[in-house]
């Protein structure tokens, strides 16, 4: 790394020179080599002020938010908070930038969260995981996605909402499932008899009104889960078979988010669930997740590809 700083700087290639800082600011704070991180961004941001860049100036405020939240002091940490916030906010902020800044400002979130108790925290948190879970969704990034619902269960659980906790579970599971995520859907299944297991333990933080850092580490809840997510690669999965010939417009399964092929069930209120997903949902607690009211499985949807052919046949009747 450092002889490609060096050509890069003798031959005058200054953008691809503060390419190479980035790149290896990112691995000294990996390391912990903070020292040399910090004097790296030094240089960074010598040659951001020469550039004049708006991409570059990004990737220099994104380093410097990386190396502040390393610190130990509340200011320096607050600091790459309000810098991250920025960066999540601006438009000329490409998809990376927003997701990783996502996932830092979530890991911040968490580490105050210990130390404060503050609920108001959690509910930042939350509004930001919802946010990854918008760009995984869109991205169709089904690993994030699962990760993210497995996140937001553990999020529950500190404030005692197991139902809540254990819709978010039940949902990652059937998305691993779907697109057959096999590495997430055992460790999903495990989270579930986990919670399944310590649901008398946690009636007792409850009683006992726990501090948020023991329901932290009833629920296994640290850095770390953010740390694998960003390290997942970005996913996106073609499931072959679902290249069907639909009427009107796609049914997405509200569990899964997939397509529904087969035999659905749909509640009153508009939300479709894919066989296996309103099975699950049985198991569970057999009501629509979307109004709260019982699902009736009595009455399935046909199969679309059973509503295309007839579609089909009724326009060839037409026709003749």
């Not at 933080?205 to 023991?214: G, T, V």
């Not at 894919?274 to 049985?282: F, I, K, M, P, V």
């Amino acid at each position: 790394m450092n002889l490609k700083i060096a050509l890069h700087r003798d031959v005058g290639r200054l953008r691809a020179l503060a390419n190479d800082y980035d790149f290896l600011i990112q691995i000294l704070i990996d390391k912990g080599d903070l020292k040399r991180a910090q004097a790296s961004l030094h240089d960074l941001e010598q040659l951001n002020s020469q550039l004049k860049d708006k991409q570059i100036n990004l990737t220099y405020l994104f380093d410097k938010a990386l190396v502040l939240k390393t610190s130990l002091r509340a200011r320096d940490r607050g600091e790459a908070e309000e810098i991250l916030t920025l960066l999540l906010e601006n438009e000329n902020s490409i998809y990376e930038t927003r997701y990783i800044a996502l996932i830092n400002l979530c890991e911040l979130l968490l580490t105050e969260l210990r130390m404060t108790n503050d609920l108001e925290v959690l509910a930042e948190l939350n509004q930001f995981i919802g946010q990854l879970l918008e760009i995984a969704e869109k991205s169709h990034s089904y690993l994030i996605l699962c990760e993210s619902y497995l996140l937001q269960a553990k999020l529950s659980l500190l404030t005692f909402n197991i139902k809540k906790a254990q819709r978010f579970l039940t949902q990652a599971h059937q998305i691993a499932e779907r697109f057959v995520i096999l590495q997430l859907t055992a460790k999903i299944s495990n989270e579930k008899e986990d919670l399944d297991k310590k649901l008398d333990l946690w009636e007792k933080l409850k009683e006992d009104n726990a501090p948020m850092s023991d329901r932290m580490e009833l629920a296994r809840l640290d850095e770390k889960i953010l740390r694998m997510i960003q390290k997942l690669t970005i996913v996106s999965v073609q499931v072959s078979e679902e290249k069907v010939v639909i009427s009107k417009e796609k049914k997405i399964c509200l569990v899964c988010r997939g397509e529904v092929l087969g035999f659905s069930y749909a509640c009153k209120c508009g939300a479709n669930y894919c066989e296996n997903c309103a099975r699950a949902l049985t198991n569970l607690e057999n009501v629509c997740w979307a109004c709260e009211t019982p699902i009736d499985y009595s009455k399935p949807v046909k199969p679309f590809k059973e509503e295309a052919e007839r579609i089909e046949i009724q326009e060839e009747t037409k026709k003749k």
